[in-house]
């Protein structure tokens, strides 16, 4: 059989083929083996497959993981246990809790209600070292002083100059309103006592506006400090420099000033009378 050398590649008459040394010697050029390719094959597998090691040792990770669930179910279904037990304990304690919270209400309505009385008989039974102290008839107790109101008929209506010459005869003077408690307490007494069907009327009380000096002045000689005048008021129309109180829901608005010469009732106030 001929053969020819053909630069650097054999030719093989009987299997027409070529084989150049060229090709071969090139490293970026594919190539396959055509004598027996599943050996090729096998060789490139044989990296991936596992051996005897690799699956004892995942075998051993995945009993490992189902041991560790099994010990996180079984604490946390104690825990589920252990906290339902302490729900059951704790539902006697809350029971008792309400009780005693229901008690303490109890107590602060009766604590608020005694506390109410005993300012009540402190207001009404004032007593001192020297004896009793008490109100003439005709008079009440009100901020541990005596207050006259003048509601009866026949008490009649009078000027304020009258009016507090009436207070000074009976050991007193006009009513000095200088604090919130008082207005409150004076105005209560009023609208409890006044007329719905009829306009409410004013009552004359120790307050002047000394024209001298254009200041309000209480007749115990302080200036008035807080004022409870309706809206508008004191607008002083045709020299109103007496003022009065009112029988207004709102004791925050409830004095007017007034012409000193017009006729009114009137609110005395004086100390309580003390025996022995």
């Known amino acids: 059989m001929d053969r020819r050398e053909i630069r650097g590649c054999n030719s093989d008459t009987g299997f027409n083929q070529l084989i150049c040394d060229d090709d071969l ?20 597998l044989t990296d991936t497959h596992l051996t005897l090691e690799d699956v004892e040792r995942i075998s051993s990770d995945v009993n490992n ?22 729900i059951n304990l704790q539902t006697p304690t809350n029971w008792e809790l309400e009780h005693e919270k229901k008690r303490q209400t109890e107590y602060e309505t009766k604590i608020e ?36 109101f003048a509601f009866s008929n026949a008490a009649g209506r009078k000027t304020w100059k009258k009016a507090r010459e009436f207070c000074q005869k009976h050991g007193g003077d006009l009513a000095v309103i200088d604090s919130k408690d008082k207005e409150n307490s004076t105005v209560s007494i009023l609208i409890n006592h006044q007329d719905p069907s009829k306009t409410p009327e004013g009552f004359w009380i120790g307050l002047r506006d000394l024209q001298e ?64």
């Open 25 to 44: 010697n090139n490293e970026e050029s594919p190539h396959y083996p055509t004598s027996n390719p599943g050996r090729y094959q096998d060789n490139k």
């Open 65 to 86: 993981l189902q041991e560790t669930y099994k010990t996180a179910v079984h604490n946390m279904n104690n825990a589920q246990k252990q906290l339902a037990s302490e």
């Open 113 to 148: 209600k005694i506390t109410k009385d005993i300012a009540s008989m402190r207001s009404h039974l004032p007593m001192i070292n020297d004896g009793c102290r008490h109100c003439t008839p005709g008079w009440i107790l009100m901020n541990s002083v005596c207050y006259y």
């Open 213 to 276: 000096e254009g200041t309000w002045k209480w007749l115990d000689g302080k200036e008035l400090n807080e004022g409870y005048w309706n809206d508008g008021e004191p607008n002083d129309i045709n020299n109103e420099d007496c003022a009065a109180v009112y029988a207004n829901e709102n004791f925050f608005k409830a004095w007017n000033d007034v012409g000193c010469g017009n006729t009114m009732k009137w609110i005395c106030e004086k100390a309580l009378t003390s025996t022995s």
